[in-house]
């Protein structure tokens, strides 16, 4: 599929800021007054700068607020009621600790759970979709999730925590591009089986169904070279999870903290931009995409 900006960067900001605030909501690290409002400031700017990225994928960014309505079957909308619930709470939390001194434990942990459900949310909104093979599988949330936890855990400046983190998020993304290379064959979808005449034959295309582009070939069929793609995934690892732990295990300074981090980030945008290039919509088959 096209690897949209706008959803690229949502999905990353809003994961590391999640995460972020769910570690604060365990009091992890403990901090209050001017500590609190900056590492709470810090969660609150990446989460809502994710959330704000992905209205800009929108033919029309007012019809955001429909997003909120279908939450019974939609999980677009959990995740729109679960990132503001998760905020509301948090930013309770934030005050609390902020400017009283105190941090409020059991909205704290509420916080936490919120947070890692709407990382959820956010992954389930791929994951349900059967039309794209590669997506749909139990790898695409744990993937979502252990990403955020292991970049919250970096940012809360939990090192000890963070080390084996990084490295098992490395370790889920690489088993979750496997898993999904084998995705779209396992799922047995081919144009034999999408138009009923497998069992006259081979069929193909007599001609193009479009002599021109359509929203379908922007939106829906993107191609990355085997050889490419490779090396896309060996440098997103080693930014995501390398390059931070390595920086973790050097004695400690606030260049190395801010290289971890910076690392970090960009390895979480090379994957997410290989999660959305790589990810093969079975429409393609009409257009000789496999």
């Known amino acids: 599929m096209h690897p949209a900006p706008s959803v690229i960067l949502f999905t990353t900001l809003s994961g590391l800021g999640f995460g972020l605030l769910a570690f604060l909501g365990l009091g992890m690290p403990d901090v209050t007054g001017g500590s609190a409002l900056a590492f709470y400031g810090i969660g609150f700017a990446l989460a809502v700068g994710g959330l704000v990225a992905s209205t800009f994928h929108l033919a029309n960014p007012k019809n955001a607020i429909k997003a909120f309505r279908e939450w019974r079957t939609s999980w677009l909308s959990r995740e729109g009621v679960a990132a503001v619930l998760t905020l509301t709470v948090a930013g309770l939390c ?13 909205l704290g942990w509420l916080s936490t759970a919120l947070a890692l459900f709407t990382v959820h949310c956010t992954a389930m909104i791929y994951a349900q979709l059967k039309t794209v093979p590669r997506w749909h599988q139990i790898w695409t949330p744990v993937h979502f999730l252990t990403t955020a936890i292991a970049g919250g855990a970096l940012l809360a400046g939990q090192v000890s925590l963070a080390m084996p983190l990084l490295l098992l998020a490395g370790g889920v993304q690489w088993v979750t591009w496997v898993q999904g290379d084998k995705r779209f064959a396992a799922a047995g979808t081919t144009l034999e089986t999408a138009t009923g005449l497998g069992a006259i034959g081979t069929p193909r295309p007599f001609e193009p169904p479009h002599t021109g582009s359509n929203y379908l070939l922007r939106e829906m069929v993107h191609v990355v070279g085997r050889k490419h793609s490779q090396k896309l995934r060996l440098i997103a690892v080693a ?3 390398v390059v931070p732990v390595i920086c973790l295990l050097l004695p400690f300074n606030h260049l190395l903290a801010a290289l971890a981090v910076l690392a970090h980030l960009l390895g979480v945008l090379v994957a997410r931009w290989l999660f959305f290039a790589q990810a093969e919509h079975v429409v393609g088959l009409y257009y000789g995409g496999r």
């Open 239 to 241: 930014l995501m999870s």
């Open 94 to 106: 934030a005050v609390g600790a902020a400017f009283f001194d105190t941090r409020l434990a059991p």
